[in-house]
T-cell receptor, first 113, second 116 residues
Framework: AQSVTQLDSQVPVFEEAPVELRCNYS??????LFWYVQYPNQGLQLLLK??????LVKGINGFEAEFNKSQTSFHLRKPSVHISDTAEYFC???????????FGTGTSLTVIP | GAVVSQHPSWVICKSGTSVKIECRSL??????MFWYRQFPKQSLMLMAT?????????EQGVEKDKFLINHASLTLSTLTVTSAHPEDSSFYIC????????????FGPGTRLTVL
């Protein structure tokens, strides 16, 4: 079975500062990893995903994430955040079939002007 | 590409009535669609998985007679909340898998259901 832990439930950060949202997973099999963003009263939008290959994955809106197999982590980073990045961010792991997605509890990112 | 829509975006209904929520894949064919429920400030909980032309598979603890799912075509799945009660009030989100990219789920914008 897989599980996802997002260590920080809330992350406040000043505008134009860098941010890292942490995600750790546990799995006994190879996994695919995802980051989704949810704006208020909206569904989830795919930010980026890791399936294989390069461990540094670049996504939309200037976000990137690095897959670290030894630490079972997939932290999300952005070098300079904007007010519009204020949202809920979810890390998810899949077994690769696309049928079973396990979501973390989410991290609320608040960008302070 | 990979746009998923939901209708309605929000609905208010009286206790005891039934509500139907539609999930459509607008620019791709979805062999599999998923229905999630999200409580305030919480993560998504998978309710059921539906494949076109077959019965949905429900997660443990989800009442299949209360949450009726129909996946009649490759672009449309519906969730009907029957005899809704206030405790059914929630944010319902659907997602879909593309045939060409089966490893990823694409999510709809969600439907806010409020049962009075």
């Amino acid at each position: 079975a897989q599980s996802v832990t997002q260590l920080d439930s809330q992350v406040p950060v000043f505008e134009e500062a860098p941010v890292e949202l942490r995600c750790n997973y546990s799995s006994s099999v190879s996994v695919y990893l995802f980051w989704y963003v949810q704006y208020p009263n909206q569904g989830l939008q795919l930010l980026l995903k890791y399936l294989s290959g390069s461990t540094l994955v670049k996504g939309i809106n200037g976000f990137e994430a690095e897959f670290n197999k030894s630490q079972t982590s997939f932290h999300l980073r952005k070098p300079s955040v904007h007010i519009s990045d204020t949202a809920e961010y979810f890390c998810a792991v899949s077994d690769g079939s696309g049928n079973q997605f396990y979501f973390g509890t989410g991290t609320s990112l608040t960008v302070i002007p | 590409g990979a746009v998923v829509s939901q209708h309605p975006s929000w609905v208010i209904c009286k206790s005891g009535t039934s509500v139907k929520i539609e999930c459509r894949s607008l620019d791709f064919q979805a062999t599999t669609m998923f229905w999630y429920r999200q409580f305030p400030k919480q993560s998504l909980m998978l309710m059921a998985t539906s494949n076109e032309g077959s019965k949905a598979t429900y997660e443990q603890g989800v009442e299949k007679d209360k949450f009726l799912i129909n996946h009649a075509s490759l672009t449309l799945s519906t969730l009907t909340v029957t005899s809704a009660h206030p405790e059914d009030s929630s944010f319902y989100i659907c997602s879909a898998k593309r045939v060409s990219f089966p490893d990823t789920q694409y999510f709809g914008p969600g439907t806010r259901l409020t049962v009075l």
